[in-house]
């Protein structure tokens, strides 16, 4: 499979990988390694300010799955707190030319960020 500059950027150098420990980190996973697709997002929250601080991922599946979960991760830093994505899904495969057939392992990423959102900080 051919995949765009984009995806082998963000899958080569994967900058937001790791895990975030400590007070104000939120955790929330989706998908399991079994199904070939799993995703978990750490991210803290200014307190106070309602600002993510920072995000990382972890994730196991496709290039494109680690490519999506890293840029998200990414461009979430500064921004507010919600459990919506930075971007659409069908923008994300957009940017990312995801084949349609791989739609679903991105509505994975998705649900891993709204669980890490959702959840109440440790």
Do not use: N
Not at 58 to 70: E, N, Q, Y
Not at 78 to 98: I, K, M, T, Y
Request: aromatic residues 8%.
């Amino acid at each position: 499979m051919r995949y765009s500059t984009l995806t082998r950027r963000y899958f080569e150098t994967a900058a937001s990988a790791g895990t975030l420990d400590g007070a104000g980190v939120r955790r929330g996973e989706a998908g399991s390694r079994a199904g070939g697709v799993w995703v978990r997002f750490d991210v803290r929250v200014a307190p106070g300010t309602g600002l993510i601080e920072e995000a990382r991922f972890l994730a196991h599946g496709c290039p494109h799955t680690l490519a999506v979960a890293a840029w998200v991760a990414e461009q979430a830093a500064g921004g507010p707190a919600r459990a919506q994505l930075p971007e659409d899904v069908q923008s994300l495969r957009r940017r990312f030319e995801v084949p349609v057939e791989k739609l679903g392992r991105l509505l994975v990423v998705e649900d891993a960020w709204c669980a890490a959102l959702s959840a109440a900080p440790a």
